[in-house]
Nanobody
């Protein structure tokens, strides 16, 4: 089993910044991808950014140039630096980890990000 602990959400004014963190622990032998997804009220969960061992980083078009994903492999931690936040970024942000052996997908409990106008 893998446990994911997220932190860093909160309330911020438009134009502000937040940094999310997600630390993975437990039976981790080969993390392939770490990433962030978000779900706004009444909408489906969507990809925000991912960082994979083989393919590098990938961002949703809506956050390119504003958000930066990074990984600390020694700490099994992924970060999401969010700058120039907009009200439409308001959502619950979920950490996601994909492990190769055995192939398994894990989700964090979610952290609320609210951007006021």
């Amino acid at each position: 089993q893998v446990q994911l602990v997220e932190s860093g959400g909160g309330l911020v004014q438009a134009g502000g910044s937040l940094r999310l963190s997600c630390a993975a622990s437990g039976s981790i032998f080969s993390i392939d991808a770490m990433g962030w997804y978000r779900q706004a009220p009444g909408k489906q969960r969507e990809l925000v950014a991912t960082a994979t061992t083989r393919l590098g980083t990938n961002y949703a078009d809506s956050v390119k140039g504003r958000f930066t994903i990074s990984r600390d492999n020694a700490k099994n931690t992924v970060y999401l630096q969010m700058n120039s936040l907009k009200p439409e970024d308001t959502a619950v942000y979920y950490c996601n980890v994909y492990v190769l052996h055995p192939p398994s997908n894990y989700w964090g409990q979610g952290t609320q990000v609210t951007v006021s106008s």
